[in-house]
């Protein structure tokens, strides 16, 4: 699924063949990743006991590698991106509601259109172009 990866020669965590600096907060580095927030990057730290605060330098190469292996396990970057276009297209296809909004590039979730289209045309751009 994911392609975090374990760097042999130092306990940088790496994705996509970028490596994270050794100064950054693990927290900020787990949130780079699509699919993951705040409140998940939260979650995978308090589950390997780590502090919000702490570094990806600091912590030992044993653990950077358990939590690539844990990011490997979940459907994030890539997978989640084709699993939400493949939604929006299953909706679009059905012809339901919110289908017809995404393909018309209109808010989907009852935002008002009398006034102030323009942003939620914007927002929604991405959907209405695939």
Do not use: C
Not at 14 to 19: A, F, I, K, L
Not at 40 to 52: C, D, V
Not at 103 to 113: D, N, S, Y
């Amino acid at each position: 699924m994911s392609t975090a990866l374990l760097n042999t020669k130092s306990s940088s965590l790496r994705h996509n063949g970028v490596p994270f600096p050794e100064n950054r907060l693990i927290k900020k580095s787990l949130e780079t990743f699509y699919g993951i927030g705040a409140h998940q990057s939260s979650r995978i730290l308090a589950k390997f006991n780590i502090f919000p605060g702490a570094r990806l330098g600091s912590v030992p190469s044993k653990t950077i590698a358990a939590i690539s292996a844990d990011l490997s396990q979940m459907t994030i970057e890539n997978d989640l991106r084709k699993q939400v276009r493949d939604n929006i297209k299953r909706l679009r296809d059905m012809g339901s509601y919110r289908g017809r909004r995404h393909a018309m590039g209109l808010p989907v979730r009852g935002q008002r259109t009398r006034s102030q289209i323009a942003t939620a045309r914007k927002l929604n751009r991405a959907d209405w172009k695939a």
